[in-house]
C-alpha cells in the first residue's frame, strides 16, 4: 500500500528526480531536499509558534495556579490568553502531522521500488546463467560505501538476494513488475545454479555466531557498514531533543506528561536503528538525511529568529 494518494506522489517525484540521476540513491538525497524546502514555511511557523509560547509561559503558569480548581474557567482562561497573544497551540505540531503520512508513505514507495528493482535484477542474473554467459556480473545501483541501496546497510547483509529468499514482501504487481515475474524470481532463488553463482559473488557466509535471540551472520562481501542505522538513530535522538522546547522546571511539575517524553525521546531513535537496518538502505538514506536536513534548519531558523528577536527589543528600547 502507497498511503493512498501521499504515496502516488512521492513514488511520480522520486521517479522524475531518479530519471535525472539514474540513480536512486542520490535520487532519494535530492528529493529529501525538496520535500524539506517545500516545507520550510510551515517549520518557521512552527517554531515562531514554540517562541511565543514559551514567551507566555509565565502567565500560562500563572492561569494554572489562579483556576487549579475551576478547569472550565481555567480553560476559557488560557484560550483568551492564546487569543490575545495570537498564538495557536496546534501549529507547532503542524509539521510533524504533515512529515508522519509522508515517512509512512515513503516506507511504502521505497519498498515497492526495492522489490521491482530486486525481481529485475534476479531474472537479469537468471537469463544471462541459463544462456552460459560466464562471470556475469549485474550492474547494481551503489551509492558511497552501499554496493546496493535496495539490500539493507549493514555487515549482515548479503549484496545480491540472499539463496532461497521468499520475496515476502511481494505482494502486489506493481510498474512493471507481475506477479508471473515474481513466482519466476522466487522460484530461481531457490535453484543450485543461483547458489553456485551468488556464492561465488561473495554471498557465502564467512562467520556465524548466536546472539542472544539471533545469530549474525556475516557473508563474504556485505552490503554494508551499518552506518546508517546507527546515523538515523542518533540524528532522530538529537532531533527529538532539540524540537523538545519545553520547560524543564514544567516538566518536572508534570510527571507524567515528563516520563512520557522521556520514553519517547529514546523509543523514537531505537525504533529508527530497528527499522533502517531492517529495510533497504534507499528508505535508510531517506530517514537519516530527513533527520540531518531538520537538525540543520532547526538550528538556522531558531538563529534567525532569535536575531530577530533581539532586533525589536532593541528597536523597543531605543
Known amino acids: ?50 517562541k511565543r509560547m514559551q514567551a507566555v509561559q509565565p502567565k500560562i ?71 552460459g554467459v560466464e562471470n556475469f556480473k549485474p550492474a547494481l545501483q551503489s551509492m558511497l560505501w552501499i554496493k546496493n541501496v535496495f539490500q539493507p546497510d549493514s555487515f549482515m547483509a548479503t549484496v545480491y538476494p540472499a539463496v532461497g529468499d521468499t520475496l515476502a514482501t511481494v505482494t502486489a504487481a506493481s510498474g512493471s513488475m507481475t506477479m508471473e515475474m515474481v513466482e519466476s524470481a522466487r522460484a530461481f532463488l531457490q535453484t543450485e545454479m543461483y547458489a553456485n553463482w551468488a556464492n561465488a559473488m561473495g554471498n557465502a557466509i564467512t562467520y556465524s555466531a548466536p546472539m542472544l535471540m539471533w545469530t549474525i551472520n556475516i557473508p563474504q562481501q556485505f552490503n554494508g557498514y ?30 507524567q506528561q515528563g516520563s512520557t517524553q522521556a520514553f519517547m525521546k529514546y523509543f523514537f531513535p531505537l525504533f529508527s536503528l530497528w527499522i533502517c537496518a531492517s529495510s533497504n538502505a534507499a528508505f535508510a538514506i531517506y530517514w537519516a538525511f530527513v533527520n540531518v536536513v531538520q537538525i540543520a534548519q532547526t538550528f538556522v531558523i531558531n538563529k534567525i529568529l532569535d536575531h530577530q528577536e533581539k532586533n525589536v527589543i532593541s528597536d523597543k528600547e531605543a
Do not use: H
Open 61 to 131: 503558569d500563572a492561569i494554572n495556579k489562579k483556576y487549579a480548581d475551576d478547569r472550565e474557567k481555567l480553560q476559557r482562561k488560557t484560550a483568551e490568553l492564546y487569543k490575545a497573544e495570537k498564538i495557536s497551540p496546534l501549529s507547532g505540531c503542524l509539521p510533524m502531522l504533515i512529515q508522519m503520512p509522508i515517512l509512512l508513505a515513503m516506507f511504502a514507495v521505497m519498498r515497492e521500488i526495492a522489490n521491482e528493482e530486486t525481481v529485475a535484477l534476479i531474472l537479469s542474473i537468471k537469463e544471462n546463467l541459463e544462456a
Open 226 to 255: 551499518f552506518i546508517l542505522p546507527i546515523l538515523s538513530a542518533v540524528t532522530q535522538f538529537i532531533s527529538s531533543k532539540i524540537m523538545n522546547t519545553q520547560d524543564q522546571t514544567a516538566q518536572q511539575k508534570q510527571s
Open 1 to 50: 500500500m502507497r498511503f493512498w494518494f501521499v504515496g502516488d506522489i512521492l513514488r511520480w517525484m522520486l521517479d522524475q528526480i531518479y530519471a535525472l540521476t539514474g540513480n536512486y540513491g542520490w535520487a532519494v538525497v535530492i528529493f529529501t531536499l525538496v520535500i524539506r524546502i517545500l516545507l520550510l514555511p510551515l517549520d518557521i511557523k512552527s517554531r515562531r509558534s514554540m
